[in-house]
């Protein structure tokens, strides 16, 4: 009985024990981390205070040398980020060949396999700066480019035998717009092309005209181009009309024979309809011309040229008269009208200066003359005639 008694005292007692003993290991096990988290205090005890602040509860992952970091592929400096190509810091595509940037950089691209003809034109020179072409006006508003040759090999081929009238299209360029000509005269080694019939239109306010001359066959290659060596300022001219004068214009007045003749500004630019172009010269042989067909006529104009103000007038020295005649014949011409220079009193630029035939004098004539008493250097950019009203 003794034996039993003490047998369950101690298995009491050892169970006790180990009740007690269980009960505190689950109190070490778990407790309360700062952030409301449970966390087993055996981990090692590395989180920091500033990782706890930052509502972490482990240490942070050391990334720099890992695969994934953010110095590796996919973070902000690798490709895709901002310093990529295709990355806002890249060239945009308007700065890359085939941009509207690049275009316009080249607004008088050069023909392939054709021959560049710059040298062989004659070059002007306007407020330092060089260009191939001058651009006419007119009295009926028309613009002209007139081009001069002056190399004879490329004369011969484009202009003898009006050739260029037949085996060659001239496409005139002004400030990137091509205009094909079909209209042309051709006056010594000039090529004068009307590019208001092409289609283009001068403005009356000045207005800066790069032009460029591209010469093609028939087939549409390019044979010869010509870039411009400048931008010509220039704006559509108006005559400026003589108040006094009345009538009704003669039109179709054609060139017969004159001081100059065939030259760059020989007595036919007085009748191509153009104050841009003009007589001017030293040369004071007869002008002769004459109508369609025989008109009475009571007046007659004479129009300034371009810079008559500049050079102080460059009017006949001591004056002109007008002769008519039926035939042209020498012996046939009878005296219209006589003027002397101070009759232009006050000259102007592309001014008419309209002059009255007495009625006595007046009749019925196809062939005209002026003839030029001077001993200076004159110059008239277009005559006109008028008859009396109807």
């Not at 108006?238 to 108040?243: F, K, N, S, W």
């Not at 005649?325 to 009759?343: A, F, K, Q």
Request: aromatic content about 8%; some cysteine.
């Amino acid at each position: 009985m003794k034996k039993l008694i003490v047998f369950l005292l101690i298995a009491s007692l050892v169970f006790a024990l180990a009740a007690c003993g269980g009960k505190k290991g689950d109190e070490s096990t778990t407790k309360k981390t700062t952030d409301g988290t449970q966390q087993s205090t055996d981990e090692s005890q590395a989180t920091t205070t500033d990782e706890k602040t930052h509502g972490t509860t482990t240490e942070p992952k050391q990334t720099s040398d890992v695969p994934g970091s953010s110095d590796q592929p996919g973070s902000s400096d690798q490709p895709g980020s901002s310093d990529q190509p295709g990355s806002s810091d890249e060239p945009s595509s308007s700065d890359e060949p085939g941009s509207s940037d690049e275009e316009s950089s080249d607004p008088d691209p050069i023909p392939e396999d054709a021959i560049d003809i710059s040298e062989m034109l004659m070059t002007w020179q306007q407020n330092n700066q060089k260009f191939n072409f001058e651009i006419h006006g007119a009295l009926d508003g028309k613009v002209a480019v007139v081009i001069n040759i002056t190399n004879d090999a490329l004369h011969q081929t484009l202009v003898q035998n009006e050739a260029v009238n037949s085996e060659y299209v001239f496409v005139v360029r002004i400030n990137g717009v091509e205009y094909t000509v079909e209209n042309f005269s051709l006056i010594g080694n000039y090529i004068r092309m009307d590019v208001e019939s092409a289609g283009f239109e001068a403005t009356y306010e000045e207005t800066e005209y790069r032009v460029s001359l591209i010469i093609k066959d028939t087939e549409g290659n390019a044979v010869y181009y010509c870039v411009p060596l400048g931008t010509l300022a220039y704006k559509l001219q108006a005559m400026t009309e003589d108040p006094n004068r009345t009538g009704v214009k003669v039109e179709g007045l054609e060139p017969v024979q004159g001081p100059d003749e065939g030259k760059d500004e020989g007595y036919e630019r007085l009748f191509d309809g153009r104050l841009g172009t003009k007589l001017c010269t030293l040369d004071y042989s007869p002008i002769i011309f004459k109508t369609q067909e025989a008109v009475t006529i009571d007046s007659y104009s004479l129009v300034t040229a371009n810079d008559n103000e500049l050079y102080g007038g460059r009017i006949p020295s001591g004056g002109w008269k007008l002769l008519g005649s039926t035939t042209g014949e020498d012996d046939t011409w009878v005296e219209l009208d006589e003027r002397v220079n101070s009759d232009i009193s006050s000259v102007a630029d592309f001014t008419e200066y309209n002059f009255k035939i007495a009625a006595e004098k007046q009749g019925a004539y196809q062939f005209y003359k002026i003839e030029i008493d001077s001993t200076s250097l004159y110059q008239f950019s277009e005559v006109l005639l008028f008859t009396a009203e109807e």
